[in-house]
């Protein structure tokens, strides 16, 4: 299958710092990746899709100001989560597809973010 | 609205005790409906995509069925390393976001 890296794997930041992390396509070009997140226990929750080239589509609910998405290039897209605060403390994910078949979507190996 | 609900939310087998994973759903316009493993900590790995109503596919000791109301994920003889938690998760031919159940946290003891 496609591979997708997700870095990093794990980050602890204090309360009002920012942080990004980033999801590579390593295997192919992805004109779309998606961002979800996971809380204990939960199911894994599509927060936003990420577009390259263009601004990102957020999921009712999710701040846009407060998770920034930019996808630059057709292998990179980042997640960074601005003033973090604990209730931000969660497993995120990304996933992209191959194109074809698109909608089989690969995921990263999540990142894992606890805000003190 | 699309749902997915799986069930059991947790199982426990025997080594060797077969048995199966339902997941039940609702969708404008089904796309995909797809099953993915998730290990303590890390991403999800995808198993299988099932398309159409009366598809089936099989991997090792998985075996994945479709209706169109629901999927069944059938496991034989498990083993020990088969315990994990398994997602479904449909996709509608409005997009290809994935819209996840709360899973299924198998544990399958020697």
């Known amino acids: ?116 | 609205e699309d749902q997915v609900t799986q069930s059991p939310e947790a199982l426990r087998l025997q080594e060797g005790e077969s048995s199966s994973l339902n997941c039940s759903y609702t969708v404008s316009g089904l796309r995909g409906l797809f099953w993915y493993r998730q290990d303590p900590g890390k991403g999800p790995e995808f198993l299988f995509t099932l398309y159409s109503a009366g598809e089936e596919k099989e991997k090792e000791r998985l075996k994945a069925t479709l209706t169109k109301k629901e999927s069944f994920l059938h496991i034989t003889a498990p083993k020990p390393e088969d315990s994990a938690t398994y997602l479904c998760a449909v996709q509608a031919n409005s997009g290809y976001a994935l819209n996840f159940g709360k899973g299924t946290s198998l544990l399958v003891t020697p």
Not at chain 1, 12 to 21: A, D, P
Not at chain 1, 27 to 51: C, E, G, H, I, V
Not at chain 1, 68 to 88: F, M, R, W
């Open chain 1, 1 to 116: 299958g496609a591979v997708v890296s997700q870095h990093p794997s794990w980050v602890i930041c204090k309360s009002g710092t920012s942080v990004k992390i980033e999801c590579r396509s390593l295997d192919f070009q992805a004109t779309t990746m998606f961002w979800y997140r996971q809380f204990p226990k939960q199911s894994l929750m599509l927060m936003a899709t990420s577009n390259e080239g263009s601004k990102a589509t957020y999921e009712q609910g999710v701040e846009k100001d407060k998770f920034l998405i930019n996808h630059a290039s057709l292998t990179l897209s980042t997640l960074t989560v601005t003033s973090a605060h604990p209730e931000d403390s969660s497993f995120y994910i990304c996933s992209s597809g191959r194109d074809p078949p698109k909608n089989i979507q690969y995921f990263g190996a999540g990142t894992r973010l606890s805000v003190l």
